[in-house]
């Protein structure tokens, strides 16, 4: 009974990725900027603001709604992100302004170790595009493209790709020193061998969308419409209630989660759930 409501969620998830190429480019004289069809959201490693990848470009969050970006000027569309360390990584499609050496119609990866200000192409330029993209404890680059449903995996910091073995049409991954889990349509799946394989969490609600605490448990976007959070004891439990589709989330701080839904931007903790910026 929960296929049918997964599969509408994918659905969403597709559309968000696929309808990007409808939305409208940002305009430096328009007025603030606006962040629109987010695909990830993750911690400003220099403090407190969050980093949000968008069709346009990466832009800049701060706790008191204050939008910025794109940073660098750079509007490329960020389908994948992931933040290792104080490193940046991207993979997607090019803007009206992205420089041609970026790659084209595929970004491939790209490369940032000043916070998005410039980028650098190191890997499979112009042929892939990944739409998930996470970095493990250890700095290893985990990846799905979008030509396979083939897990990718990076030892070098994004330099070089190979396949971890298994294929698996997740919409999310998140790697922690336990494993490698992917949300998939049957749910919750874990890898212990490095991506070789992968095998059904018990019990675990069925998500869409994942992230993972320092402590390495983790949080999810439920087809329930609900924010889960999983405890030291393998339960799990509901931790806000979301608002349509959540289009991305990450674990932002020590008890910080940020989740993207109907609301806007939204900041989860213990005390309840702000919005930061309210969906235009």
């Given at each position: 009974?929960?296929?049918?409501?997964?599969?509408?969620?994918?659905?969403?998830?597709?559309?968000?990725?696929?309808?990007?190429?409808?939305?409208?480019?940002?305009?430096?004289?328009?007025?603030?900027?606006?962040?629109?069809?987010?695909?990830?959201?993750?911690?400003?490693?220099?403090?407190?603001?969050?980093?949000?990848?968008?069709?346009?470009?990466?832009?800049?969050?701060?706790?008191?709604?204050?939008?910025?970006?794109?940073?660098?000027?750079?509007?490329?569309?960020?389908?994948?992100?992931?933040?290792?360390?104080?490193?940046l990584f991207a993979s997607g499609h090019p803007g009206p302004e992205t420089p041609t050496e970026f790659g084209s119609p595929n970004l491939g990866i790209l490369r940032s170790d000043?916070?998005?200000?410039?980028?650098?192409?190191?890997?499979?330029?112009?042929?892939?595009?990944?739409?998930?993209?996470?970095?493990?404890?250890?700095?290893?680059?985990?990846?799905?493209?979008?030509?396979?449903?083939?897990?990718?995996?990076?030892?070098?910091?994004?330099?070089?790709?190979?396949?971890?073995?298994?294929?698996?049409?997740?919409?999310?991954?998140?790697?922690?020193?336990?494993?490698?889990?992917?949300?998939?349509?049957?749910?919750?799946?874990?890898?212990?061998?490095?991506?070789?394989?992968?095998?059904?969490?018990?019990?675990?609600?069925?998500?869409?969308?994942?992230?993972?605490?320092?402590?390495?448990?983790?949080?999810?976007?439920?087809?329930?419409?609900?924010?889960?959070?999983?405890?030291?004891?393998?339960?799990?439990?509901?931790?806000?209630?979301?608002?349509?589709?959540?289009?991305?989330?990450?674990?932002?701080?020590?008890?910080?989660i940020a989740v993207v839904d109907d609301r806007g931007i939204v900041e989860v903790t213990a005390d309840g759930s702000t919005v930061l910026s309210p969906a235009k």
């Open positions: 009974m929960k296929r049918t409501l997964f599969v509408a969620s994918v659905t969403v998830l597709a559309l968000v990725a696929t309808g990007c190429t409808t939305a409208t480019d940002v305009d430096p004289g328009a007025g603030p900027p606006r962040i629109d069809h987010v695909h990830g959201i993750a911690a400003d490693p220099r403090g407190d603001d969050l980093l949000v990848a968008t069709h346009n470009g990466i832009f800049t969050l701060t706790r008191e709604g204050e939008v910025s970006g794109p940073i660098g000027g750079y509007d490329f569309d960020a389908m994948g992100f992931t933040v290792a360390d104080k490193t000043d916070v998005g200000a410039s980028w650098s192409p190191i890997a499979l330029t112009g042929t892939e595009d990944f739409h998930v993209l996470t970095a493990g404890p250890d700095g290893t680059l985990y990846g799905i493209g979008s030509s396979s449903t083939d897990l990718l995996v990076s030892t070098d910091e994004g330099v070089t790709w190979a396949r971890a073995g298994a294929s698996i049409p997740a919409a999310d991954i998140v790697a922690t020193d336990n494993g490698i889990y992917a949300a998939l349509e049957q749910g919750l799946h874990v890898s212990i061998d490095g991506g070789a394989s992968f095998t059904p969490v018990t019990d675990a609600p069925v998500l869409y969308s994942l992230d993972a605490r320092p402590d390495g448990t983790l949080i999810g976007a439920g087809i329930d419409s609900e924010l889960w959070g999983q405890n030291h004891d393998g339960t799990w439990e509901p931790l806000d209630s979301l608002v349509g589709f959540a289009q991305a989330l990450a674990v932002v701080g020590d008890g910080r």
